[in-house]
């Protein structure tokens, strides 16, 4: 079966760190770039971070750039998100996404494929 | 940045009903804009993509179109399975990828 699961949601205190790992099964994880997407309780979707197939290339909203850093380990299928200097407003459940691929492997940048989200919770 | 604009807020209908809803950006993100559906406790499902192509598995009375900015998610007949939240996201700034906030579909 083709899916993404994540892990490593916790209740952290401001100002703390927190590793998120998803797990892909049932498709060549090594052919996609991958992405993390977040919800804030009630809120819409917020695009978090992406990285490339190889893992070359990370890329990163405004609102986490140089507080979260997106990998990817392709010979294990997994994808993390290491979280440092967490504030309340990180507050949300974190997605796994896959962004779909055209016929020849290039991204679209559109997300295809989701896992249940970890949820992260940032309060004192 | 380009923003998404969706509307209305929230969407009163029965089954059976035709469901419109809009997208609007700040700017033209020509045809790279997609539409998701979220249910309650679930994850977002793509449903339409490059403003008109129907993901996989997508029944047809969901049809999507655009004029200029101006993007549209038409759902033909309402079954009972289709209220939920549905949202639209561009791809057309790469590496800024945003999404819009939302429709919510009711009974």
């Known amino acids: 079966e083709v899916q993404l699961l994540e892990s490593g949601g916790d209740l952290v205190q401001p100002g703390g760190s927190l590793r998120l790992t998803c797990e892909a099964s049932g498709f060549s994880f090594s052919n996609f770039a991958m992405s993390w997407v977040r919800q804030a309780p009630g809120k819409g979707l917020e695009w978090v971070s992406s990285i490339t197939s190889t893992g070359n290339s990370p890329y990163y909203a405004d609102s986490v750039k140089g507080r979260f850093t997106i990998s990817r380990d392709n010979s294990k299928d997994t994808m993390f998100l290491q979280m440092h200097s967490l504030r309340a407003d990180d507050t949300a459940i974190y997605y796994c996404?896959?962004?779909?691929?055209?016929?020849?492997?290039?991204?679209?940048?559109?997300?295809?494929?989701w896992g249940q989200g970890t949820l992260v919770t940032v309060s004192s | 940045d380009t923003i998404l604009t969706q509307s209305p807020d929230t969407l009163s209908l029965s089954p059976g009903e035709r469901a419109t809803l809009s997208c609007r950006a700040t700017q033209g993100v020509y045809n790279y804009l997609a539409w998701y559906q979220q249910k309650p406790g679930q994850p977002p499902r793509l449903l339409v993509y490059?403003?008109?192509t129907r993901a996989t598995g997508v029944p047809a009375r969901f049809s999507g179109s655009a004029s200029g900015t101006d993007f549209t998610l038409t759902i033909s007949s309402l079954e009972p399975e289709d209220f939920a939240v549905y949202y639209c996201?561009?791809?057309?700034?790469?590496?800024?990828?945003?999404f819009g906030g939302g429709t919510k579909v009711e009974i």
């Open positions: 996201q561009q791809r057309s700034n790469w590496p800024r990828l945003a």
């Open positions: 490059d403003v008109s």
């Open positions: 996404a896959r962004f779909s691929s055209s016929f020849d492997g290039v991204p679209q940048y559109y997300f295809d494929l």
